[in-house]
C-alpha cells in the first residue's frame, strides 16, 4: 500500500519547537519533491514548504521564512519539517504530500497536483 504517514505533531506553548516527520511506505522518496501545507478550521489549505527531490531547492511560505526548515533524508525515506518560534496562528493540520518529478524543483502551491498525499497531524500552539 502507497501511503505517506506524518507524525510530531502535538501541542505546544508559543515559542516552542516541534518536528514533524512524513514518511512513505511503500514507494521510495526518491523520485518525489515534497510538499508541507496545513489547515485550519475555516480557512483554506496553504502550501508550507517544499523540497526538491534531491533537496537542492526548497521554498517557504513568507509566514515561516526563518521559523521553519523542511528537510529530507532519503535513505529513511522521511522529509521533516522542523518548526520554531511556534505561534498561535500556526496552529492547524499539517499535511504533506509527494509529487514524482524528475527535475530538482518543488512546488508549495494548494493548487499543484501532488500524486500522494497523508492523512495529517495536527499542530496546536497555544498556552
Known amino acids: 500500500q502507497l501511503q505517506l504517514v506524518e507524525s510530531g505533531g502535538g501541542l505546544v506553548q508559543p515559542g516552542g519547537s516541534l518536528r514533524l516527520s512524513c514518511a512513505a511506505s511503500?514507494?521510495?522518496?526518491?523520485?518525489?519533491?515534497i510538499g508541507w501545507f496545513r489547515q485550519a478550521p475555516g480557512k483554506e489549505r496553504e502550501g508550507v514548504a517544499c523540497i526538491s527531490r534531491r533537496g537542492g531547492r526548497s521554498n517557504y511560505a513568507d509566514s515561516v521564512k526563518g521559523r521553519f526548515t523542511i528537510s529530507r533524508d532519503n535513505a529513511k525515506n522521511t522529509v521533516y519539517l522542523q518548526m520554531n518560534s511556534l505561534k498561535p496562528e500556526d496552529t492547524a493540520l499539517y499535511y504533506c504530500?509527494?509529487?514524482?518529478?524528475?527535475?530538482?524543483?518543488?512546488?508549495?502551491?494548494?493548487?499543484?497536483?501532488?500524486?500522494?498525499w497523508g492523512q495529517g497531524t495536527q499542530v496546536t500552539v497555544s498556552s
Open positions: 511503500g514507494f521510495t522518496l526518491d523520485y518525489y519533491a
Open positions: 504530500a509527494a509529487d514524482f518529478i524528475l527535475s530538482d524543483y518543488c512546488s508549495a502551491s494548494p493548487t499543484h497536483e501532488y500524486d500522494y
